[in-house]
Every structure is written in structure tokens, then in C-alpha cells.
């Protein structure tokens, strides 16, 4: 924190979500010195709360949005190709109904286009089924009406982790990342050094940091910095849309593949395997409440339950079958007269009449150019001539030439997993998580009587990536809130002196710390009867 005070940077970014880690990282590549500051944990809003996939936007052919299919579509191609560890290529089936609002003909012609504008791989691209092949890929789905569906080619990936590898890779670049950091205040210069007034989460110490540009980054909360500028007669540039998820064990609802469906009501959902799990959704309502964390309701879980079990009638899933959920804000930008679902995902770069640049909307996929764009017009102002480099920068982790690597890695990993008497079924979340970084963690686990891995991934995380509460560690670095719960209540009493050896807490902070984990557990299947 100290070289946070003393240095003037050429740029301050507030947030540490996909977009602040992204222009960071390419600050950063471009030889300009960058400070990035986050009021929470880093991904602790919507970059860790989306329905984690690098897809190309085939739901905005339906807006006629072209070009952003096409720019969506190859920035995900980068994404994939920079961390093919993290971005896992999922196939997608887009089943067809009589009376649905998808035909057999305009999704063929649709996901020819989509292949196409998003430059999807020809071992990749669409293909269509008939009614039997398409209940032969997946048994599950209803009969009745049904027409056939498209089998096309999307992208997994764990939001979280993707964003803190970036964070990572830009420190490495020489960004200086801190979580825990809130900013209270901004003071714009036009002509010499601006100021951002700060406040450390846990130390309650205010400080200023020094830059030429401040960059908001904020997302859900980009409305609230640029109001503490200007306080009155702020313009309304974002609207916040509530996306919610929910888990399920895979016996329960046992897809064989991921599932894209068509609701009736203009809106759809996913259903998507991950380890052994699948995960519903989303939802895509208004929302003005909480921005910190927007709950569930029982409305939404109702909405999603019976989407599903009208798509897939044998399951008849119920809200005790869900192990878990999470809940996040869209932060789009405001259009008078559309719903949620029909406002575009595009983002767009504000800049103050002091010179304050915010940027706001944009999706998980395009990080990178949304990045590059603020980025350039940073150049420009300062009149710095250098190109962005993040095209071909490999993350953290993801130093694989190929996805067949990645597997072989995986293979090889199980091999030794089991010689060190680990489960081998975690040998895929950790490769997916960490990428090589495994590595250190796997001979860190030598170290350990009990709970080997989750002690090891624990004293990784807290070297590497700027742990400071359970939370940070059981939900944005290893997702076992949501796909693994059972992992916390098996070891959260073994973790709990790891963190208060390293992070010198008392035992007020350790109680606090326990509590608060154990009650984040209990909600993760308990719902609001909040409306709509």
C-alpha cells in the first residue's frame, strides 16, 4: 500500500472485475504504469456471478446485432487461445418445438450466420438434427412437438478465475492489483496529476493515490463513482438486470449435453453439466435493490424450476433438490421502452466534462476489446504511440499450445494425483481452475496430514492471490460454494488456522470469519419471497 501513496501512475483504474483486469493488463503491456484498486475481492460482483460461458452471441442475431456476433465472436477465439486451460469448448444443443419461436429453417440459417461472423472452427460449426438424433443426444428432452435442434459449438469457462488471471498476468506486467481498497472520492485534473481518495477495507487508513487518468471501471456500480463527481443532475447511463442461478446434483437432472432452450416469454435459459453438477439459467429481470448481493427469490427459482421441468418432464425437479446459487447484476446500458432482455450488450465509454473515463455494459467474452478501447483513447489523450499486445498475451497458467495439452495434462495429472492418494475426479477442476500452476500445488499437498488438497490450494491461494477472508477463497478461487459445497463443511475447521497463522488474525477475526462462512454456506439454498 505504501507504493500505492508514493507513486503517481499513468493510470488509476477503480474496479477489479473482467473489465479493470483487462485494462490493467493492457496498460500495463504498453509500458504505461497502472494502479487498480477494488473495493471487495477481486470478481466479487458480476465477473464471478455470470453464467460463466465465452460464447459468441448467438441471442443477439435475434436483435440483428451483427456486428457485435462477429466482434464477440472473435474475441473469444483470443480468450480461448490465451487460456485454453480456462476455456473449455462446450458443445451447445438448441433443441426446436412446434410453435416455438425458433423454426428449423431460421435456426439453420441463424447458426450458419453465427458460424460464420463469429469465425467458429470448421471441425466446430453447427449442425443440424432431426427429431431422432436429437433424442438420441439427449433422452431427457420432452417428445411431444418436438422437431429436431441445432448442435453448435459455445465455451465454458470459471468467471472468477479467469478474471484473477488476468489481474495476475497484469501484475506481473508491473499493475499494481489491491483488493479491499474502497474509493470514497474523485478529484479530476484536467491539466496535472488527478487524485483518488481511498479507504483500506481492513485497516480503516485513508490514503490518496496519484494518477493522469482515472479509469471506472466499476460495473453495477459505475452510476455511483460518476455520481460522486457530480453529485447532482447525473444522467442515468446504466441499467441493472438480475441474472440467477441455480445447482443441482448432475443424477438429478443428468444432461448428457448442454442444453440452450427457448422459454416461450422471449427469454432462455441454459442448462449446463460441470463436474457433478448441472446449473440452471438465467433469469433476466429489473433489479433496484442491494447492489452488494441481490438475493433469490422463490418467483425466480419457480420461473427457472418450471422452465425445466416443462423441458425435460422426467426430472420434476424441486427447490430441495438445489444444492446451491448465486445471483448477479448485468450492468447494460439504459434504453427508454425495452425490457431487459431485449436491451443490447454492447458497452460504451463515458467520459466526464473533467475528464473522468467510465465504461459500462459489454459481456464476459469481450473484456479484451473493451479493455483495448479505453485503453487507446487513454494513448491518444496522453499522446503515447504504442499498440495494444493482449491479442497474443497467454494468461497465467495457460501456457498450452493446444487443447489436446490441456487433456494430456489432465491425463498425466490423475496418474499422479493417485500416487499421492488424492481423489483423482478433482485432477479436472484443478487443471481448469490453475492450469499449471497445479504443479505447485500438487507437491504442496506432500506437506499436509489432512484435507491435502484444499490445505495445499489454500496455502497457494494465499501466497498468490490476495486471500484475505474464507469467502475469497471458497467461492472466487476454488468455487466450491457453488459446485462443491460439501468441501467447506469437511475442512472449513482445518483452513480456518492456515488463514489466521498467515493472516496474523485475533480471535475476534477468526470467530467473525467462521460465522460469516457458515452462514454464506446456509443461504446458498435458502430463497427470498421478494417479487419480481
Not at 489432465?410 to 485432477?427: C, E, G, H, P, W
Request: some cysteine.
Amino acid at each position: 500500500m505504501t507504493e500505492l501513496v508514493k507513486r503517481k501512475f499513468d493510470i488509476v483504474v477503480i474496479g477489479g472485475g473482467i473489465t479493470g483486469a483487462g485494462i490493467a493488463l493492457d496498460a500495463a503491456t504498453r509500458g504505461l504504469s497502472v494502479a487498480l484498486i477494488e473495493k471487495s475481492d477481486f470478481a466479487s460482483g458480476t465477473s464471478g456471478r455470470s453464467t460463466k460461458l465465452i460464447h459468441g452471441g448467438l441471442r443477439y442475431l435475434k436483435n440483428h446485432e451483427f456486428n457485435l456476433v462477429k466482434s464477440v465472436g472473435r474475441e473469444r477465439s483470443i480468450v480461448f487461445q490465451n487460456a485454453p486451460h480456462l476455456v473449455v469448448p462446450e458443445k451447445m444443443l438448441l433443441p426446436l418445438f412446434e410453435g416455438g419461436s425458433y423454426s428449423k429453417f431460421k435456426t439453420n440459417i441463424g447458426l450458419w450466420l453465427y458460424d460464420r461472423l463469429a469465425s467458429v472452427n470448421k471441425k466446430e460449426r453447427r449442425i443440424m438434427l432431426n427429431s431422432k438424433e436429437t433424442l438420441a443426444k439427449e433422452p431427457l428432452l420432452k417428445e411431444n412437438g418436438i422437431l429436431g435442434a441445432g448442435f453448435y459449438s459455445e465455451y465454458r469457462t470459471d468467471d472468477a478465475r479467469l478474471t484473477l488471471e488476468v489481474m495476475k498476468t497484469a501484475s506481473s506486467q508491473g499493475a499494481l492489483c489491491l483488493n479491499y481498497i474502497r474509493c470514497s472520492g474523485v478529484n479530476i485534473s484536467s491539466e496535472d496529476y488527478s487524485q483518488v481518495l481511498c479507504t483500506d477495507f481492513f485497516g480503516s487508513k485513508d490514503f490518496v493515490i496519484t494518477g493522469k487518468k482515472i479509469v471506472n471501471a466499476t460495473g453495477p456500480w459505475v452510476d455511483e463513482i460518476r455520481g460522486i463527481e457530480v453529485p447532482n443532475g447525473l444522467e442515468k447511463q446504466v441499467y441493472h438486470s438480475k441474472g440467477v442461478h441455480l445447482v443441482v446434483p448432475w443424477e438429478k437432472l443428468n444432461v448428457e449435453n448442454a442444453v440452450y432452450f427457448d422459454v416461450g416469454d422471449g427469454r432462455m435459459i441454459f442448462v449446463i453439466p460441470r463436474f457433478s453438477t448441472t446449473y440452471i439459467g438465467t433469469t433476466d429481470t429489473p433489479y433496484e435493490g442491494n447492489l452488494e448481493n441481490p438475493s433469490v427469490s422463490m418467483n425466480d427459482v419457480d420461473y427457472l424450476l418450471k422452465a425445466v421441468n416443462n423441458m425435460f418432464p422426467a426430472v420434476n425437479l424441486s427447490a430441495g433438490d438445489i444444492v446451491s446459487s448465486w445471483s448477479g447484476l448485468r450492468p447494460l446500458i439504459y434504453e427508454a421502452g425495452k425490457k431487459p432482455s431485449e436491451m443490447s450488450r454492447k458497452d460504451e465509454i463515458f467520459v466526464s466534462d473533467s475528464g473522468l473515463i467510465s465504461i459500462a455494459g459489454g459481456k464476459l467474452t469481450g473484456y479484451r476489446l473493451m479493455a483495448k478501447n479505453v485503453v487507446d483513447l487513454i494513448c491518444k489523450q496522453l499522446e503515447i504511440s504504442q499498440d495494444c499486445r493482449t491479442e497474443s498475451i497467454r494468461l497465467i497458467g495457460g501456457e498450452f499450445k493446444s487443447t489436446g495439452l490441456v487433456s494430456a495434462y489432465i491425463t498425466n495429472l490423475k496418474t499422479r494425483m493417485k500416487s499421492y492418494q488424492l481423489n483423482v475426479k478433482d485432477a479436472e477442476m484443478l487443471v481448469r481452475s490453475f492450469g499449471k500452476q497445479t504443479d505447485i500445488i500438487l507437491n504442496k499437498t506432500r506437506d499436509f496430514e489432512e484435507h491435502k488438497l484444499v490445505q495445499a490450494l489454500a496455502w497457494f491461494c494465499l501466497r498468490n492471490e490476495q486471500v484475505s477472508t474464507l469467502a475469497d477463497f471458497y467461492i472466487r478461487r476454488t468455487g466450491f460454494l457453488y459446485f462443491q459445497p460439501e468441501k467447506i463443511s469437511e475442512s472449513l475447521e482445518v483452513i480456518v488456522p492456515t488463514f489466521s497463522a498467515y493472516l496474523k488474525w485475533d480471535r475476534q477475526r477468526i470467530d467473525k470469519e467462521r460465522l460469516e462462512m457458515i452462514c454464506i454456506l446456509e443461504s446458498i439454498n435458502k430463497f427470498s419471497n421478494e417479487t419480481i
